[in-house]
């Protein structure tokens, strides 16, 4: 019985091993067969690349072609969207709608170049309103014919410009730089505005009766009533120094740090609080700077360095060029003079020898 189970297994192993080499066998011969059906593949398309290249074109813009056609519907779902502003958005215009608690604000991605219609919120105040739109208060006093900054109310509507300066209405025979005389400004200031259009592009002749925008323009009737005193410079005290510590020269927040192209730091305050020596000295220099300071004033310490404080309120300057100043002493009220966009002061460490530093380094 035990050598009849041998020979069988025996007889199974043989079986085995035949069926394993006829199956390599077929194997090697289809692995052949596919081999050579490759080969020649790779040398009819070699020579025919020039025929297939266009079949594979025609083919790929169809697909695209096709892609294009499915994709349609949701490009324009997110056209609706975007018009219908299910996408997000702002604007500069805040719109307060009686039914809404509260209001929305949307800036425009527009190019800023017309007038902007803005609703006064609750808390609202000329500065503040100056300073979110990136203009001078004197820009929207005038616009609006304020009489008194502190007149507006809630859900007035304000009109904003679009830069700091004047909208002007042209008269018959005015020229662009008669009203540039006019207002104070460059011609060139007005032809740079890229808003501006002209009849004539060569001559930029104006049209009676239309409008343009005059950047840093200053209105007629402000000239009249409020003439500026041109600064005035003079050599310092000999002998007058200053106690060597920097103190703060007026209360409020830091609004704009000291960097590489403001070379200062900006102090700002809706209460148009005090300005005071931040040392002793001599009042150096004293009146209206038509190169943005506005009113300012500049203090020479005696020991090497020198303070300047800028954009200060019209007639609230209380020195003058030759004055000698204690540390603490009152120079005028924070405004909003020159070019500025909210009321602040623009203060300056200078050391004689070695330039501006940052007042942040020095105040205690």
């Known amino acids: 019985m035990g050598d009849f189970i041998k020979q069988e297994i025996e007889l199974i192993r043989k079986f085995g091993g035949l069926q394993a080499g006829y199956w390599a066998r077929v194997g090697k011969m289809l692995l052949g067969w596919s081999d050579e059906i490759k080969k020649v593949l790779a040398r009819l398309m070699y020579r025919q690349r020039g025929r297939f290249s266009q079949s594979f074109v025609n083919f790929s813009m169809a697909f695209l072609f096709f892609g294009a056609i499915i994709l349609s519907g949701t490009v324009e779902d997110l056209i609706d969207k975007a018009g219908s502003g299910e996408t997000g958005g ?34 609202d105040t000329v500065s503040s309103i100056a300073q979110k739109f990136g203009v001078s208060i004197d820009t929207i006093v005038w616009e ?23 909208r002007y209405k042209v008269s018959r025979g005015e020229t662009i730089y008669s009203i540039a005389k006019k207002l104070q400004v460059n011609a060139q200031t007005m032809i740079d ?128 060029a030759g004055d000698r100043v204690s540390q603490g002493q009152k120079l005028g009220i924070m405004g909003s003079t020159g070019r500025s966009t909210g009321t602040h002061l623009h203060f300056e460490v200078i050391k004689v020898a070695g330039g501006k530093l940052d007042p942040l380094s020095v105040l205690r």
Do not use: C
């Open 193 to 320: 505005y890229p808003f501006n259009t002209f009849s004539n592009d060569e001559t930029f002749a104006l049209v009676a009766g239309q409008e343009i925008i005059v950047p840093d323009g200053v209105k007629p009737s402000e000239v009249a009533e409020a003439p500026r005193v041109v600064a005035r410079t003079v050599a310092p005290i000999p002998g007058v120094k200053g106690e060597g510590n920097f103190m703060w020269p007026t209360s409020g927040y830091i609004s704009q740090r000291y960097y590489w192209y403001h070379q200062a730091v900006d102090i700002a305050s809706r209460d148009n609080p005090t300005i005071v020596a931040a040392q002793g000295g001599t009042v150096i220099t004293a009146g209206w700077n038509a190169g943005g300071y506005g009113n300012y004033v500049v203090i020479d310490h005696g020991n090497g360095y020198q303070t300047l404080y800028a954009h200060m309120l019209n007639k609230s300057m209380v020195v003058k």
């Open 90 to 123: 702002s604007g500069y215009l805040i719109m307060a709608q009686d039914s809404v608690v509260g209001a929305q604000t949307l800036i425009s991605d527009l190019p800023k170049g017309g007038v902007t219609e803005y609703r006064v919120e609750d808390g």
């Open 144 to 166: 609006n014919n304020i009489k008194s900054v502190s007149s507006i109310k809630p859900k007035q509507i304000l009109r904003i410009l679009p830069v700091t300066g004047v």
